[in-house]
């Protein structure tokens, strides 16, 4: 029982929180499209469902054409937010891998 306490308050403290950063800079994606990044969500040690719920919230707030750059270690994350950008109003460009994580591009399309 020790034992797996640790393991959950080892677990706990890896949810440090989303730093998100507006600063624009430019991305090449894979297949030559080159995309200005203007929200980008450091979601790095962050467990499910808090990079979806964060990045629902971003595209809520963001407008038309905007890019979101998307940075997770979390597999999850990975696999469930192509699917959601069906429901957001967006649509997913790339999921590039990267040696600490993902980086994830999502663009915000028109309601």
């Not at 998307?70 to 429901?87: G, R, Y």
Request: glycine share 4%; hydrophobic share 35%; net charge negative.
């Amino acid at each position: 029982m020790k034992r797996l306490a640790t393991i959950f308050r080892s677990w706990l403290s890896r949810n440090r929180e989303v730093v998100v950063n507006r600063e624009l800079h430019q991305v090449d994606l894979p297949g030559g499209e080159q995309v200005q990044i203007t929200h980008t969500a450091d979601c790095m040690g962050a467990a499910c469902p808090r990079p979806q719920l964060i990045t629902m919230r971003m595209l809520e707030s963001m407008q038309e054409g905007d890019v979101l750059e998307l940075v997770s270690d979390n597999p999850t994350t990975v696999e469930t937010i192509p699917a959601l950008t069906m429901v957001t109003s967006s649509r997913h460009l790339a999921t590039v891998h990267t040696e600490s994580g993902w980086r994830i591009y999502i663009r915000k399309e028109e309601c």
